[in-house]
């Protein structure tokens, strides 16, 4: 494939669920008086939520279902499929953790031949989506990927109502939500006329307090937002990182025909357009080319780009050819802009609306991408960094990332500030929080390019992967794309785990070791070396094997574990093929192995993973011991126990294994 070819939107599905609630409602639903013009500041007047019995992954398969029917394509033509939500709100007072939500749909809509992982990055989430399938087309790993959302998250308006004192109070921005589902199918374009000419996100962690969603201390979940500093700097530093990026794009001050910003009020619009205008020293932004779609939608959270972007071309602002500014804002801080400029996709969705296009039947390709092409350059693990044992015990999950970071900080060439990329993969966090992404609040402690871009040029962005025990090992995969596609040239990938039931239900933990750990990564000096190949398998027949969520009914929050009595035993035969696959790919021998990084889960399993494998349990590192289970941080905490009793040598191969719930299974291939 052509690394310059731009990536275009193929098709987009958008849900509205049909019930409608006004403003009106909304206010007069509080409990405590709120004597303040709500609708005339916002600009909202009606917003959807969702019915009885639809939840998060109800919209997101309702946007999915739309998407497909508005494209060429079928399930089996999708390479990866990203799901972006903040609101894992699955169920009826259930917050879903684990299986994640993609690969519920990836067994849903039979995506044979997708990698799925979820991502989290606040209201930036789906956008965040975008720049990772960019990434992923321009290294040429795939031939399309999908990004979806399901954001159902008026729960946290009802929460709200029951707990908002006065219009001054921090939960206020809770009643401006509303529900909606989005689903985009992107590839790379025929030309470089159409597609996305620019997408550039950073993250200003210094910001990251600014809005917090987690769970409420009257039960629940809650968003809490400071409104005011949070606008403040998110319309600085919005305006000039677009007016950076129109500028780098060659695009002019009135190049484009629309400019669409994240829908939050129409007071921050209407201040975003006025700085950008102030910049410029031209009332280039107005009413004509301003979108603001919120009347009648409220604030979608990570789908509200997506949302007005499909409202107007159903009501035919958008033509055509026309070129739009995206502008990203979310809590974190999250800031970017992307440049597009559309081919026929609004003729082709108005079309559809009037008749869904017949079935071209597309060629598909059985095989997955991974078997096809090899996955980017030889990246290297340049640092690790786990919790010294001083800090074990702490039952704060970011206090430990803290110290996993700045541990792997202190044994790299690296300086905080030369990390472009942060990843956070770990899943099981205090307080439930969601919102904003952790990799973004650590981005702030730790000081990362916090402000912004430094003098030369240095900066940082941040978000979450979401995918259980194997999510460390996608990070890894995915930055390895990053680098490939020049998004960044050095990555960070960390993660934590809580155990949430310890104060109050000790007899219901997930058995899980409370830690930290994290992995620098850039490219490897000599050729060959590092990470080559990762593959990651699944099977979905056994989805069901292990699952755990967060009851909500109550006021305090209980984690719910359940697990098949044989899991690990599907595990293991989950393995097995995934190993055996991937050794044939890189036309290797299991003899010709020298060290084997499995999953931590106890000694216990290691031996019996060895055994299957027939290797000799001599080549397997095992620092779990009795346990518990290192989980996220298995792989960080075994490769630093190698290293440190000595045991690599240059030339070494190490197959690394991660396996967790879904069934998914992820094997990279490591040349030491």
């Known amino acids: 494939m052509d690394q310059k070819l731009n990536t275009i939107i193929e098709s987009i599905g958008v849900y509205l669920p049909t019930q409608s609630l006004s403003t009106d409602e909304v206010i007069q639903g509080c409990k405590n008086p709120i004597p303040f013009p709500f609708e005339k500041v916002t600009g909202i007047k009606n917003r959807r939520v969702a019915g009885q019995g639809e939840f ?17 394509y079928h399930p089996a033509d999708i390479d990866l499929l990203i799901c972006c939500n903040i609101s894992r709100y699955d169920g009826k007072n259930m917050l879903a953790f684990e299986p994640n939500t993609s690969i519920k749909l990836r067994k849903d809509f039979n995506f044979s031949n997708a990698l799925v992982f979820d991502i989290a990055n606040a209201c930036a989430g789906m956008f965040t989506g975008i720049h990772i399938v960019d990434a992923f087309l321009k290294a040429g790993a795939i031939r399309r990927g999908m990004v979806v959302s399901g954001e159902y998250i008026t729960h946290l308006t009802q929460s709200a109502q029951r707990e908002i004192e006065g219009f001054m109070d921090s939960r206020m921005a809770c009643l401006t939500l509303g529900d909606a589902g989005a689903a985009l199918i992107l590839e790379q374009a025929a030309d470089q006329q159409v597609g996305f000419q620019e997408i550039d996100m ?3 962690g210094r910001y990251g307090q600014y809005c917090i969603a987690k769970t409420s201390e009257q039960g629940g979940m809650i968003m809490y937002t400071d409104s005011v500093n949070l606008t403040d700097v998110a319309v600085k530093s919005g305006a000039k990182h677009a007016m950076d990026v129109l500028e780098r794009g060659g695009w002019g001050a009135e190049s484009f025909q629309h400019l669409i910003m994240h829908q939050t009020s129409s007071t921050t619009l209407n201040s975003a357009r006025n700085e950008i205008n102030r910049l410029l020293s031209s009332n280039v932004c107005h009413d004509g080319n301003t979108i603001n779609n919120l009347e009648q939608r409220g604030n979608t959270a990570s789908t509200s780009h997506v949302v007005a972007l499909a409202d107007h071309i159903r009501n035919q602002k958008i033509q055509s050819g026309d070129q739009v500014i995206f502008s990203v804002s979310a809590s974190g801080l999250t800031t970017g802009t992307a440049l597009y400029v559309f081919d026929d996709l609004p003729d082709r969705l108005r079309q559809s609306e009037v008749q869904k296009i017949s079935d071209p039947s597309p060629m598909v390709q059985k095989a997955l991408y991974s078997n096809k092409q090899s996955n980017g350059p030889h990246i290297r693990i340049e640092s690790v960094g786990t919790v010294p044992e001083t800090t074990l015990g702490r039952n704060d999950s970011f206090a430990l990332l803290k110290s996993a970071a700045v541990n792997g900080l202190s044994k790299s060439s690296y300086q905080c500030n030369d ?8 899943v099981y966090r205090s307080d439930y929080v969601l919102e904003p992404a952790y990799a973004a609040l650590l981005a702030g402690e730790l000081g990362m390019n916090a402000m912004g871009t430094s003098m030369d040029g240095k900066k940082t962005f941040a978000f ?23 998004k960044c040239q050095t990555a960070m990938v960390v993660a934590a785990e809580n155990e949430n039931n310890a104060t109050l239900f000790p007899n219901e933990q997930l058995g899980i070791q409370e830690t930290a750990s994290a992995f620098i990564l850039d490219t490897h000096p000599l050729e060959g070396k590092g990470f080559s190949r990762f593959l990651f398998n699944y099977h979905e027949e056994s989805l069901d094997a292990y699952t755990t969520y967060c009851d909500l009914k109550e006021v305090t929050p209980h984690l719910l574990v359940e697990k098949a009595p044989n899991l690990e ?11 055996k696959e991937l050794l044939e790919l890189e036309n290797l021998d299991l003899k010709q192995i020298d060290w084997v990084f499995p999953p931590q889960i106890s000694t216990e399993f290691i031996i019996r993973l060895s055994e299957a494998l027939n290797l000799p349990g001599q080549k397997f590192v095992d620092v779990v011991g009795e346990g518990p289970d290192l989980f996220s941080s298995s792989l960080p905490y075994a490769f630093e126990y190698a290293f440190a009793q000595g045991w690599v040598k240059t030339g070494h191969i190490g197959l690394m294994i991660t396996v967790g719930s879904g069934i998914q299974v992820g094997c990279a291939i490591y040349h030491f």
Not at 419 to 426: H, P, R, S, T, V
Not at 569 to 579: F, R
Request: hydrophobic residues 55%; contains cysteine; proline residues 0%.
């Open 56 to 72: 998060s992954i109800d919209l997101a398969k309702r946007a999915v279902a739309e998407c497909l029917a508005n494209s060429k």
């Open 202 to 204: 950073q993250t200003l």
């Open 419 to 426: 990390i472009g990329l942060l990843i956070y993969a770990g």
């Open 464 to 486: 979450d992967v979401f995918n259980g025990a194997l999510g460390f090992l996608n990070a890894c995969h995915l930055a390895q794309q990053m680098i490939a596609a020049g």
């Open 569 to 579: 035993t599907l595990y293991l035969d989950a393995i097995l093929s995934a190993v």
